[in-house]
């Protein structure tokens, strides 16, 4: 491998003391590793810098365990850093200093489900695909999506969102309260399962989107929602992809309660039709959802077209039945993985920008110019009704030079997109990888009120140090 | 007056020096007030206490003087107290160490639209009502609508909703992004114009509801809506209040995506007939409000007409007509002024509880049979949608055997709420009046980290002190 962390990242290793290793091994047993196989695999995460290993990874089983090892690490000022799935994309996980990898994994049991209240609460390793397994016979679901299998818990810590934010909200709208082993081993329970409150700080959103750095989650209680009694998918081609994005726009603007549109360019089209097997047109494309009753669900459905058909959408396919939708969506949500399999032993620079939705086809269409200068295979997907788009620039990781050409590509839409009142992370969060952007987005006064926070819960930089805020800045 | 500030809020003033009321003569000239009158309406807000005076008012009119208030304060350790439009109900406003009050209501100017984008910036002052009447001819609106025409800024400091969060949340959700001066003098912006992100921790929301102790918010960006294609109201009398949520937690429970759903009592009733000349039952009645369109709101209210019916609902009445409509919501509106006028010359103690909304009825009528037992006139309201109401306990500012019987029907009906794992405020705030309560519902860790943040933001504790945390605890 090849594409070592940003400069902005890179941090001195600290010592990593035996008699901390001792004592978690009393503890924990065969439940404390330090293979190289283990800890590899939870240096890594899907981004595509070179993995950075722990000293050791612990797998806990509960919150109390959780507790013990924050403890012993602090006794020691050894890093923690907190690992879930492992599917985040902004290296959030590579332990830049060492240090000790608490994988939740097993904290995997759905701690209660309230159908009558519509939230459940779960331990932070159960994933997105188990909770709305556990949902199945509720009548309810949890809408938040991303294209991994992510764990609760990480999605928390990382603000994720999905194909369904345009209707339900991110991980910031749908948390309603969190379990966190703070750095000084206080366990802290934020929020109530009432749906708003406006009793003190609001702690959990402080921790929603903190990336381990402020504390562990370990438990998290979400909204859940009514299964729509109704629902409906459509795919439909367009010509160019501004037209898509501004038959987007005009549906949000009409108010249409729309569930779920996706955009994927003709590039990206391609890599989904390989990898599900599927034959869409290879044209900049629009998948739609809506939810409701029988009969709003139709009128939603009529309004889109018409609006699809003013911009020369094509080929309106309905897929009513659920076999035929998931399908569908299984393919969107595999996107990332088929787009992968467009250049075979490639890893994805993928951005992530966030504009205000007037600025979204000028955003989107200027950047498609940039791609046509370069090199590298760069499919587009997005959440466009969020006024949210991926691009993944497809890079061999043997060669130094793409990676530079990958970074050339994202700062140059990350500027755009700050210009046009946007954010350079939609759903993704900084990780190692946008520290500057940070500093660009917000300024010095409010990222120093960040690190101000960071300093009062932290003040030895135990918790997933390296990550958001740059070494230097 | 007779309602001293609660024990765990009396605080020592701090002195006034004279060298700062020279230096803010000298820079703001008129617009600096010491006159009694001036100091009084400033000192003061809906909550039951007594005033306590700021020792000077400064009127600002931009951010920048906002900084430079807050500098001089700064210099000479004065506190420093934000005022939007007087409407906040826990005493939010008082000065219980004395200070500057820095009146906000100047500060009205609309500081863009994007209509395109549906969103809006507003400096602080500027109140809900002026933000709705500037937008008439957008064909969008602001929603969150607590019942004063609240200011902005002040809405934000409190995490504020009102009657229509059942559908569009609250501050939580519908605040972007925020201009703040920090207690030394640093201005910092937060957010973006984008609907989401995930660039580092959420210092919107950490200002939102920090009701002005962690610094003075100056311009507020907010999410608005399209006005809905159709819109109908009704109001259905049922024979308990019972009857009346669980109607209530049906609709939500079906996924009825209802706009505004309110719950007034045959006390309240009986108030707001006399007060705004109606004649509705005096029955425990909902108020119910559909958005959508033509269509949509028709079948909305079909489902919710037959679940009324269920349980005892009668007199399905509509108002469809525009003018129909604000009377009925004026109505519901100035229902805490309605309430007072149950009893010339009293001040209102408030309850504000939420609850998971399976626990609502019980909530509700246990509260019920609380009330029955006391002499206060207690009528009840609620934004039961959420989960939320209000009970409105009457007293006698010269009787301050009321106020203890007021506080101790509170603590009942919020130690209940609290072992339903609710909240002690939905949306009006802790002030001075629920801090020990804020110690109860999160806990002394959650307490602590909260603590930690205000230390790390305003260690001099000049930002509204005396609010949220208790001085001894």
Redesign the interface.
């Known amino acids: 491998m090849n594409h070592p962390v940003p400069p902005a990242a890179v941090r001195p290793r600290r010592p990593f003391p035996s008699e901390l290793l001792s004592a978690l091994q009393a503890q924990f047993g065969e439940r404390v590793s330090t293979s190289e196989a283990v800890r590899a695999h939870h240096g890594r995460d899907e981004s595509p810098f070179d993995p950075q290993l722990p000293d050791a990874v612990v797998f806990a089983q509960s919150t109390e365990e959780v507790r013990a090892i924050v403890e012993s690490c602090a006794r020691y000022d050894v890093p923690i850093i907190p690992y879930g799935n492992g599917s985040s994309l902004e290296g959030q996980l590579l332990a830049v200093e060492g240090g000790v990898s608490i994988d939740l994994s097993g904290m995997n049991r759905i701690v209660s489900i309230?159908a009558?209240?519509?939230?459940a609460t779960v331990e932070a390793g159960v994933s997105r695909k188990a909770l709305n397994e556990a949902l199945r016979d509720t009548g309810l679901f949890f809408p938040i999506d991303p294209g991994a299998d992510a764990s609760l818990g990480g999605m928390s810590a990382?603000?994720?969102?999905g194909t369904n934010?345009v209707r339900y909200?991110?991980m910031?709208?749908n948390v309603l309260g969190l379990t966190v082993v703070?750095p000084d081993g206080?366990?802290?329970?934020?929020g109530?399962?009432?749906?708003?409150?406006?009793?003190?700080?609001?702690?959990t959103?402080?921790f929603?989107?903190?990336e381990g750095t402020l504390g562990v989650i370990t438990e998290v209680t979400v909204r859940l929602?009514?299964q729509?009694?109704a629902v409906s998918a459509a795919v439909c081609a367009f010509p160019s992809m501004g037209e898509a994005v501004r038959t987007v726009?005009e549906t949000?603007?009409?108010?249409v309660?729309i569930a779920r549109v996706e955009f994927v360019d003709a590039l990206a089209i391609r890599a989904i039709n390989r990898h599900s097997n599927l034959t869409l047109p290879e044209s900049p494309t629009l998948f739609f959802e809506f939810h409701?009753?029988e009969?709003?669900v139709q009128?939603q459905a009529e309004r889109v077209e018409s609006l699809a058909g003013e911009h020369g959408g094509s080929g309106f396919a309905w897929a009513t039945r659920p076999e035929e939708r998931s399908r569908l969506w299984n393919a969107r949500h595999t996107a990332f993985f088929a787009m992968l399999q467009l250049k075979p032993g490639c890893r994805a620079v993928t951005t992530?920008v966030?504009?205000?939705?007037?600025?979204l086809a000028d955003c989107v269409e200027q950047t498609e110019q940039d791609l046509l200068g370069s090199p590298l295979p760069c499919p587009i997907v997005g959440h466009v009704g969020?006024?949210?788009f991926h691009v993944a620039m497809l890079i061999d990781p043997a060669k130094p030079e793409e990676l530079e050409e990958a970074e050339r590509l994202n700062r140059r839409v990350v500027q755009r997109?700050l210009e046009m009142?946007?954010?350079?992370?939609?759903?993704?969060?900084?990780g190692l990888h946008?520290m500057d952007?940070?500093l660009d987005?917000?300024?010095p006064?409010?990222?120093?009120?960040?690190r101000?926070?960071?300093?009062?819960?932290d003040p030895r930089n135990l918790m997933n140090p390296g990550k958001?805020f740059s070494y230097s800045a």
């Open positions: 309230a009558q209240d519509m939230t990382t603000r994720a969102s934010a909200g991110t910031r709208e703070l206080r366990i802290v329970k934020t109530t399962r009432a749906r708003k409150s406006s009793a003190g700080y609001d702690l959103r402080l929603v989107g903190s929602y009514p729509p009694e726009i949000i603007q009409l108010g309660p409701g009753s009969a709003g009128e992530d966030c504009v205000p939705i007037s600025r969020d006024g949210n997109a009142g946007g954010t350079c992370t939609g759903e993704h969060g900084i946008k952007f940070l987005e917000h300024g006064a409010a990222v120093g009120a960040m101000a926070i960071k300093h009062a819960f958001i």
